[in-house]
């Protein structure tokens, strides 16, 4: 599996609706609880945001990559104005970690996601300026609750 800005895009393309606009890709680090056979995990990904207020993130196991050259993707959509909490904190290092909680049937899912303005070792040239932008998104659902 490789790690571009032009898979990133191809992916989240495929999952918007209608006239919909991908806002803010940006590659991540998902640590999960109540997900399924998830839970507790950490996993690489994507997440968006798009024009119609959703969340859009894609999940690939890093222990699954060692072994399968085309590793399985989970994808996930999540109305962002439907979060019970959201949290932003930026860490000493310039990274972010974004906690949502979205309600569901049984539990809660609750999402932690972190990224950093730049991604050593792959090619994300418009990582920072995404970043910044998914941050002011969230932030503006967030004063409007």
Same mark, same amino acid.
């Given at each position: 599996?490789?790690?571009?800005?032009? &898979?990133? !895009?191809? +992916?989240?393309?495929?999952? %918007?609706?209608?006239?919909?606009?991908?806002?803010?890709?940006?590659?991540?680090?998902?640590? %999960?609880? !109540?997900?399924? !056979?998830?839970?507790?995990?950490?996993? *690489?990904?994507?997440?968006?945001? &798009?024009?119609?207020?959703?969340?859009?993130?894609?999940?690939?196991?890093? %222990?699954? =990559?060692?072994?399968?050259?085309?590793?399985?993707?989970?994808?996930?959509?999540?109305? @962002?104005? %439907?979060?019970?909490?959201?949290?932003? #904190?930026? &860490?000493?290092?310039? =990274?972010? +970690?974004?906690? *949502?909680?979205?309600?569901?049937?049984?539990?809660? +899912?609750? @999402? #932690?996601?972190?990224?950093?303005?730049?991604?050593?070792?792959?090619?994300?040239?418009? =990582?920072? #300026?995404?970043?910044?932008? *998914?941050?002011?998104?969230?932030?503006? +659902? #967030?004063?409007?609750?």
């Amino acid at each position: 599996m490789k790690y571009n800005e032009q &898979t990133m !895009n191809q +992916i989240f393309n495929g999952m %918007l609706w209608g006239e919909e606009k991908n806002l803010c890709p940006i590659y991540c680090v998902f640590k %999960l609880k !109540n997900w399924g !056979n998830l839970s507790g995990d950490m996993l *690489m990904g994507y997440a968006t945001c &798009t024009s119609g207020g959703w969340l859009l993130i894609v999940m690939y196991s890093p %222990l699954e =990559q060692v072994f399968n050259e085309d590793p399985t993707q989970t994808y996930a959509t999540y109305e @962002i104005a %439907l979060a019970k909490s959201l949290k932003i #904190r930026k &860490t000493i290092f310039g =990274q972010y +970690i974004i906690k *949502m909680v979205f309600p569901a049937e049984k539990k809660d +899912i609750k @999402i #932690r996601l972190q990224a950093a303005p730049k991604v050593f070792g792959y090619n994300f040239p418009n =990582q920072k #300026r995404n970043l910044e932008k *998914m941050v002011e998104i969230l932030n503006n +659902i #967030r004063e409007d609750k």
